[in-house]
């Protein structure tokens, strides 16, 4: 504020060929936002020039030709098609349309503060009086039950909504401002790579109550004109997204209860939806989808150019689809896929086009379900599966296949070089380089070259069948020097499915939440990683019913110490293995993370994290009860480990911060107190401040060393430390750690 004009403010260009300066515009104010049209000919900005004496001045949206001529205001308060008492957002994201149809910037609605301050003008002491006020005013949070989000929801959004912008346009043809976003229908994908007239929205604004307890939930779809703005409402009450073709000719989406894809031409208003995905016989839908919602698609690679063809995926294969619905849909990559167990993936390696070319090859990642092997393929479209003559290539070809797992495939922009890594388990995952060929591949980095002075470990895949029959995958860390005749204490860690991360590279590192596997098993522990499939209504039954028949297998191989097996798991992690201590003495000691002991107590928390009620959790998602608590209250009662917290005999150490955003930290209190007084010995760690996890640096070393304090001792005969033996007194917190090991008594 009262800058002199002649200290430059305002836009400046420099022109590269001859190195010119050019001032757009000039004069006391702020200058934000700077965009460069695709071809350089244009250049917008905001500014609040005009308004710059105001307490909060108003902003503008301003056009300039780089070739030369004054900048232009296109956009401001008050401008035909900015609707009344909106005003151009002073943080404003401004994008040119690729093809330069258009120009992107926000609106957002006058604050109540911004029109109140107008009204009053410059009445500062009456502002003092207001504020006098309103420290003697009752602050309190109404909670009612037609809200359509949770009063703890609506206060962490607040000011994310007291911000919120929505999105418009200049329309150059017309000259006009068109609103596309608003109040009803707040957020429009647009594809601005796309010379589409028109954009898809997906809003689940009248239904967010029902989230409360429902998942996926409900929403409307709109085609919005990116030219008027006009909007048609083409879906209602529906649980999936739809989105749009690049040029703009199509809607598609996933209808999870037929479980089919479906398409609609947007050119005609009167079109209906027409299935497209007829003729395939296998599951588009996920095959190993176990909670008590709808399965979600496998999804889509994307179009392909002129709007021609929709590539979607089944759990190995592509499919080309025919958007109209005339032609039935077309197996790609001819079946290989499934017959080889081989999982298919699109690669794009240029995200600046908005389409796939069916006249160059493509790059599929490819990943064998059964070996856990990966690799890439090339697949050419032109040639749709069929050889042409006996010297013809097929239209899938294999690349690169490693019993590794390779990934971050980048391309270079103007070559054909390409950039991944390489790892497994005990292989840093390094960069290497090949061309899209891959016929010879050349190591770039060598991240960790003093890995090689220690001892590390080996993994495997391990098979079993869990105690209703199902045929269950699992990984197997050893140490470098196994011997299958010794014995050796084995830790157990899960969370839902992990077979598929048999070559996960873990960094030797104290995690947030989990042991560092590498680490334990260089100091002589197998660790066993079991998956764990679900059925609704008995989460924890499920859990019972996978790992402990894998543990069993391994201890049945004979080098496995049985009385020295522990476990440890986090978040629902923590859940199971809270609830398996109450149905096995199988396990020496265990460590259970953040865990929900208490499902009926649970059910009507919060997620404080994201305001969110965790009612959802249970009846739909990963909680899998599948039913609301009054409807299912035997269930929940089941499943909850503080309902049998007598028949534990397990030394279980807790983790539960008191910052948790995601599980309330009382679930691990009500676990821990009923222990307690049961007799049982337990341990609860706080790392006060802390959420979900363990993230400061300090608190991880510490929690690390506890672990492993705490392992060693029940599965190793290492000497037990003071903070397991006497606990630290409230009186020393901060001065005592506990950490010293105890002389054994003799």
């Not at 004109?225 to 989406?253: C, F, H, I, Q």
């Not at 909850?640 to 948790?660: G, K, M």
Request: hydrophobic share 35%.
């Amino acid at each position: 504020k009262g800058a002199d004009p002649s200290d430059g403010d305002g836009v400046h260009l420099i022109h590269l060929d001859g190195v010119r300066l050019a001032s757009v515009i000039t004069g006391v104010g702020e200058y934000k936002g700077l965009q460069f049209s695709e071809d350089g000919s244009k250049l917008a900005f905001l500014t609040n020039k005009d308004d710059y004496d105001a307490e909060t001045p108003s902003w503008s949206l301003l056009l300039a030709n780089t070739r030369g001529g004054a900048a232009k205001k296109i956009a401001g308060e008050g401008t035909e098609g900015i609707p009344y008492q909106w005003w151009v957002a002073p943080q404003s994201s401004l994008r040119f349309a690729e093809d330069g149809t258009r120009l992107y910037f926000d609106t957002a609605p006058i604050s109540m503060d911004v029109l109140q301050e107008r009204k009053e003008g410059n009445e500062g002491d009456k502002k003092m009086d207001d504020e006098a006020d309103a420290s003697k005013k009752a602050k309190l949070d109404l909670w009612h039950w037609k809200d359509p989000l949770l009063q703890p929801q609506q206060l962490l959004q607040a000011e994310t909504e007291r911000k919120r912008r929505y999105r418009a346009a200049f329309v150059f043809k017309s000259s006009k401002v068109v609103q596309l976003a608003n109040r009803a229908v707040p957020s429009v994908s647009i594809d601005y790579r796309s010379t589409a007239k028109v954009a898809v929205a997906n809003t689940n604004l009248p239904y967010r109550k029902t989230l409360s307890w429902d998942y996926p939930g409900y929403q409307d779809v709109y085609v919005i004109d990116l030219d008027t703005g006009a909007r048609e409402k083409v879906l209602e009450r529906v649980k999936w997204n739809a989105a749009m073709s690049p040029l703009g000719k199509y809607l598609t989406w996933f209808d999870a209860e037929q479980r089919k894809w479906f398409a609609k031409s947007v050119r005609s208003g009167k079109s209906k939806a027409v299935l497209v995905s007829r003729g395939i016989r296998f599951p588009l839908q996920d095959e190993l989808h176990d909670t008590p919602n709808l399965a979600r698609a496998y999804g889509s690679a994307g179009w392909l150019t002129k709007d021609e063809g929709f590539l979607i995926y089944d759990r190995y294969d592509l499919w080309k689809l025919d958007p109209a619905g005339k032609l039935p849909a077309v197996c790609v990559t001819s079946g290989v896929g499934r017959k080889q167990n081989i999982q298919f993936r699109y690669q794009q390696l240029d995200s600046s086009k908005p389409a796939i070319d069916p006249t160059r090859k493509m790059i599929l990642s490819a990943f064998q379900t059964k070996t856990k092997a990966s690799g890439y393929y090339s697949l050419d479209l032109s040639v749709s599966g069929v050889e042409k003559g006996k010297d013809a290539k097929p239209a899938l070809r294999r690349l690169i296949m490693l019993d590794e797992r390779l990934s971050g495939l980048e391309k270079a922009k103007q070559s054909d070089r390409v950039v991944f890594t390489r790892s497994t388990f005990r292989q840093c995952p390094d960069v290497w380089t090949s061309t899209l060929s891959f016929r010879e591949i050349s190591r770039v980095s060598n991240i960790n070259p003093q890995q090689k002075d220690y001892s590390w470990g080996t993994a495997e895949l391990v098979h079993w069948r869990a105690k209703d029959g199902q045929k269950l995958d699992g990984i197997l860390l050893k140490p470098d020097d196994f011997d299958p005749a010794k014995k050796y204490p084995m830790m157990v860690y899960f969370y839902e499915r992990n077979s598929d991360n048999l070559h996960r590279y873990y960094t030797p590192a104290a995690g947030r939440s989990i042991i560092c596997h590498s680490f334990y098993v260089s100091r002589g522990y197998l660790v066993f990683i079991p998956d764990i499939p679900y059925k609704t209504g008995e989460p924890g039954p499920s859990a019972v019913n996978a790992i402990l028949p894998g543990v069993e297998h391994l201890v049945t191989k004979g080098f496995v110490h049985k009385d020295r097996i522990g476990m440890q798991g986090h978040s629902w992690g923590g859940y199971q293995t809270a609830y398996l201590v109450t149905q096995t003495d199988m396990f020496a000691c265990a460590e259970s993370g953040a865990p929900v002991s208490n499902m009926t107590s649970a059910y009507g928390g919060i997620r404080w994290g994201s305001g969110l009620s965790r009612m959802f959790q249970y009846e739909r998602t990963q909680s899998r009860i599948g039913e609301d608590l009054w409807a299912a209250r035997d269930k929940y009662i089941a499943n909850s480990p503080l309902f049998f917290a007598d028949r534990v005999n397990t030394p279980l150490l807790i983790l539960h911060n008191d910052e948790d955003g995601a599980v309330p930290w009382y679930q691990g209190i009500e676990l821990f107190v009923a222990l307690r007084r049961l007799g049982r010995p337990a341990w609860m760690l706080n790392y006060n401040g802390e959420p979900h996890w363990v993230m400061d640096d300090h608190n991880r070393r510490d929690f690390a060393t506890r672990m492993q304090q705490f392992f060693d001792h029940y599965l190793m005969d290492a000497p037990e430390p003071e903070w397991m033996a006497v606990g630290i007194p409230a009186v020393k917190k901060g001065d005592s750690f506990g950490l010293e090991l105890l002389e054994p008594e003799k």
